[in-house]
């Protein structure tokens, strides 16, 4: 997702923040961890200068579920909380799509993600 990341992102309760330069700098923690199957994070706190309602990823959770679907991985991504009457639902919808359908999908595949570089 990013290579700006402070905290720890390993194991059930760990906290971590990530930060997309000025525009979007958002605290996770990971609420539920089963290795190789599901991965879930609590936005904790939240901050997308973008839109008015600078908190609303605030108390939404992050999931990633991965299973076997026909001799293949095939992972279930979902953003509970980010409703389309939000105002970043657009924006926010559109990132995750070519963050989960580019980089994540190439780091899976070629071991070559692209994520926001360190600044």
Do not use: M
């Not at 309760?13 to 990971?30: A, C, L, P, Y």
């Not at 200068?49 to 579920?65: P, V």
């Amino acid at each position: 997702w990013t290579e700006n990341l402070e905290g720890s992102s390993k194991k059930l309760n760990d906290e971590f923040t990530v930060r997309f330069d000025d525009i979007h700098v958002s605290t996770q923690k990971i609420v539920e961890f089963s290795p190789y199957k599901r991965v879930a994070w609590l936005v904790t706190e939240s901050r997308l200068n973008f839109i008015e309602d600078k908190q609303e990823w605030t108390d939404t959770k992050i999931i990633f579920e991965v299973s076997e679907k026909n001799d293949k991985a095939q992972i279930l991504f979902t953003h509970e909380g980010l409703r389309p009457d939000h105002q970043c639902f657009d924006a926010c919808s559109n990132a995750w799509t070519q963050y989960l359908r580019q980089s994540l999908k190439n780091f899976i595949t070629k071991d070559e993600g692209r994520p926001s570089p360190k600044k």
